[in-house]
């Protein structure tokens, strides 16, 4: 009888520790029962971004990769970036590349062509569960519009910026005369978009003459070059539109050389040269561009969609608080800009 009783009570003592056991044990679900999960949620995970510049050949560039990172970190994000070196393959490569790592959550995409990225950007990107946002360059032929499936644009360059511009030189001169453009690769939107500014405005101004829209690579030394030919070609000309700071220079250099003094050269770039170019009367104007903001929008953008927060389909660079209500830096003008802690490259 006691023996009974005393194999009873072990019974019932391992029964209670089998019980207790299970209590305490992981369930197939990965957590714990029993008591707070110690690992990190899904939700609370570091998304991890990819940046796609479309180079790192110059300031602006430049400028842009390194608030991309301060931007990520601030925001306990994590980012690599890829330098698209102004090549549309090189560039469609390595996103085709960051899909296959399956490791993204998120896009930022400065495009080279931005229609050459355009069913990637909006149909397989998005089907992957990545989310898109574009700078500078629209993708898909869009003008100032998140292209559908991504979701948004950030971009300061469209037609009605280059519209003002070509408004600004022909008031200007309003005698007319010949003019000479200068812009970056030819697939690119900003390009384009002054592309198109010029059919829209040319024949609102007869007495102007178009000699060329030339592309380039953005450098100062090949616009040192397109701009020396134009000039030997065109002892005539009367005005340069060169859509880059850094490449402006450039043109300024074969103005020099050319001794053609009457010419007049209009800038779009709004860096620490330009801005002293102004001041110093080498060009007539630049427009301003904020590669901070730029990346910065296009990163918390992301942020704020992984949030739960809604995003605008265009943000307008042009419309920026820290703009003295306008992006065009005269010599009239240049001390409000420089009152706002401008330029920032």
């Known amino acids: 009888m006691g023996i009974t009783m005393k194999l009873k009570n072990i019974l019932l003592f391992l029964l209670l520790a089998l019980i207790l056991t299970a209590c305490g044990s992981t369930s197939s679900n990965g957590k714990e029962t029993g008591k707070e999960p110690e690992s990190k949620t899904e939700t609370n995970t570091p998304k991890k971004i990819a940046f796609f510049s479309a180079g790192a050949s110059n300031n602006y560039l430049q400028t842009g990769i390194e608030h991309a990172k301060k931007t990520a970190k601030d925001l306990g994000m994590e980012i690599d970036i890829f330098d698209g070196r102004f090549d549309p393959l090189a560039q469609l490569n390595q996103v085709q590349n960051a899909l296959a790592a399956k490791k993204y959550d998120g896009f930022v995409i400065e495009a080279v062509d931005g229609n050459q990225l355009c069913k990637i950007a909006t149909e397989e990107a998005p ?42 030189i022909f008031s200007d001169n309003p005698e007319g005369g010949k003019i000479a453009a200068i812009g970056g ?18 024949p609102k101004n007869p007495n102007w003459e178009l000699i060329g829209l030339h592309s380039t690579d953005y450098t100062a030394n090949q616009a040192f070059q397109v701009a020396q030919n134009i000039l030997q070609a065109n002892p005539d000309l009367d005005v340069i539109f060169s859509n880059y700071s850094g490449m402006t220079s450039g043109v300024v250099e074969a103005k020099a050389a050319a001794r053609q003094d009457d010419v007049k050269i209009y800038d779009f770039g709004g860096d620490t040269w330009a801005f002293e170019s102004v001041e110093n009367g080498d060009i007539e104007q630049t427009t301003i561009m904020l590669p901070k903001e730029e990346i910065e929008y296009g990163i918390k953008v992301l942020n704020d969609y992984f949030n739960g927060k809604e995003v605008p389909n265009f943000i307008d660079l042009t419309k920026e608080e820290i703009l003295p209500g306008t992006p065009h830096v005269t010599l009239d003008n240049i001390e409000e800009f420089r009152a706002n802690g401008l330029p920032e490259y």
């Open 127 to 168: 089907a992957q569960g990545i989310a898109v946002s574009a700078i500078n360059i629209e993708l898909c032929g869009e003008t100032d519009n998140a292209a559908e499936g991504t979701l948004t644009f950030v971009g300061g360059q469209g037609i009605n910026v280059y519209q003002d511009i070509l408004k600004k």
């Open 185 to 202: 690769p030819a697939t690119g939107t900003p390009y384009l978009n002054f592309k198109a500014a010029l059919e829209i405005e040319m």
